[in-house]
Nanobody
Framework: VQLQASGGGLVQAGGSLRLSCAAS????????LGWYRQAPGQQRELVAV???????NYVDSVKGRFTISRDNAKNTVYLQMNSLKPEDTAVYYC???????????WGKGTQVTVSS
C-alpha cells in the first residue's frame, strides 16, 4: 500500500488548509484512513481518522475546526483544517489501517506551519 499526501504549507493563524491523501495498491474495502501529526519534540498523535463505514474520531483539540472526509471510490481521505492555530504546526502523516489484520501503513509527512 502506498500513500500519497499533499496540501501542506504555511498559513497565518485563523487560515485554512486542506490535506489530501490517496491510497493505492492492495486496498481492503474495510479500512480506516486518517491523519496523525507530530510536532518537534513531541510524540505523534492522532488528529482524525475515518473508517470506510463513515465513523470518525477526532482529537479534542481540533473538534469543531477540522473535518475529515473520504472518497471510498478513490481511496482518498481529506482533512479540511479551519481556524488554524500556531499549535497546529506539525508534520502531518497519512495513515491506512486494517485493524482486523494488523495492517498499518504510513505516508511521508507533509509540513503544516501556522504563523501567529
Amino acid at each position: 500500500v502506498q500513500l500519497q499526501a499533499s496540501g501542506g504549507g504555511l498559513v497565518q493563524a485563523g487560515g485554512s488548509l486542506r490535506l489530501s491523501c490517496a491510497a493505492s495498491g492492495s486496498i481492503f474495502s474495510i479500512n480506516t484512513l486518517g491523519w496523525y501529526r507530530q510536532a518537534p519534540g513531541q510524540q505523534r498523535e492522532l488528529v482524525a481518522v475515518m473508517s470506510s463505514s463513515g465513523s470518525t474520531n477526532y482529537v479534542d483539540s481540533v473538534k469543531g475546526r477540522f473535518t475529515i472526509s473520504r472518497d471510498n471510490a478513490k481511496n482518498t481521505v481529506y482533512l479540511q483544517m479551519n481556524s488554524l492555530k500556531p499549535e497546529d504546526t506539525a508534520v502531518y502523516y497519512c495513515n491506512y489501517a486494517v485493524y482486523t489484520y494488523g495492517m498499518d501503513y504510513w505516508g511521508k509527512g507533509t509540513q503544516v506551519t501556522v504563523s501567529s
